[in-house]
Antibody, heavy 120, light 113 residues
Framework: QVELVESGGDVVQPGGSLRLSCSAS????????MHWIRQAPGKGLEWVAV????????YHADSVKGRFTISRDDSKNTLYLQMNSLRVEDTAVYYC?????????????WGRGTLVTVSS | DVVLTQSPLSLPVTLGQPASISCKSS???????????LYWFQQRPGQSPRRLIY???NRDSGVPDRFSGSGSGTDFTLKISRVEADDIGVYYC??????????FGQGTRLEIK
């Protein structure tokens, strides 16, 4: 079936690094842009980053710019988020989402999320 | 950045009664193609968000017709005609055309009285 499955979440110390993965199945992964969205404990949704369907363009939220990098490997049907210089405030569940939009983001499919905890 | 303001933030409702959530945008959400890109998501407890409504008023597959979206310009509304227990959770609006960044409303928590 069509689904996204995130992995890689862990407990990490401030200043540490982590790489999240999002494995896609049931559809042609290269069709679509992909996003990372996060949700701090008990809080709302915060957009983190996007990568174009062909990997040609990426954008990152100001809160993570210069520390996080989104990438994709279409041969593995996998989306990544490299997270460096982690801060306590990066603690959140990280979701990947498929974007089927043409002129505007349209997040029609979400994974179940992976928890990142940044704590000393 | 576009700011989406939802109200109320908490919505206690009796089963079988209607519910309404407002989402007001700091900028218009109509794109040059004439469509308005405002979305609604439902997040049930312990689950990931699920798209309910796209482009203001189009229900996703499998979404009961008890859910309806409306609005234009900067003012949008999600209505549930008769709330059921399965509807408990947090509802978010999201805007598309003025990005990056994508922005979400703060969320409205629907609970049963």
């Amino acid at each position: 079936q069509v689904e996204l499955v995130e992995s890689g979440g862990d407990v990490v110390q401030p200043g540490g690094s982590l790489r999240l993965s999002c494995s896609a199945s049931g559809y042609r992964f290269s069709c679509c842009g992909m996003h990372w969205i996060r949700q701090a404990p008990g809080k709302g949704l915060e957009w983190v980053a996007v990568i174009w369907h062909d990997g040609s363009l990426t954008y990152h939220a100001d809160s993570v710019k210069g520390r996080f990098t989104i990438s994709r490997d279409d041969s593995k049907n996998t989306l990544y988020l490299q997270m460096n210089s982690l801060r306590v405030e990066d603690t959140a569940v990280y979701y990947c989402a498929r974007d089927i939009g043409v002129v505007s983001p349209d997040l029609d499919l979400w994974g179940r999320g992976t928890l990142v905890t940044v704590s000393s | 950045d576009v700011v989406l303001t939802q109200s109320p933030l908490s919505l206690p409702v009796t089963l079988g009664q209607p519910a309404s959530i407002s989402c007001k945008s700091s900028q218009g959400l109509m794109y040059s193609d004439g469509d308005t890109y405002l979305y609604w998501f439902q997040q049930r407890p312990g689950q990931s968000p699920r798209r309910l409504i796209y482009k203001v008023s189009n229900r996703d597959s499998g979404v009961p017709d008890r859910f309806s979206g409306s609005g234009s310009g900067t003012d949008f509304t999600l209505k549930i005609s008769r709330v059921e227990a399965d509807d408990i959770g947090v509802y978010y609006c999201m805007q598309g055309p003025q990005w990056p960044p994508i922005t979400f409303g703060q969320g409205t928590r629907l609970e049963i009285k």
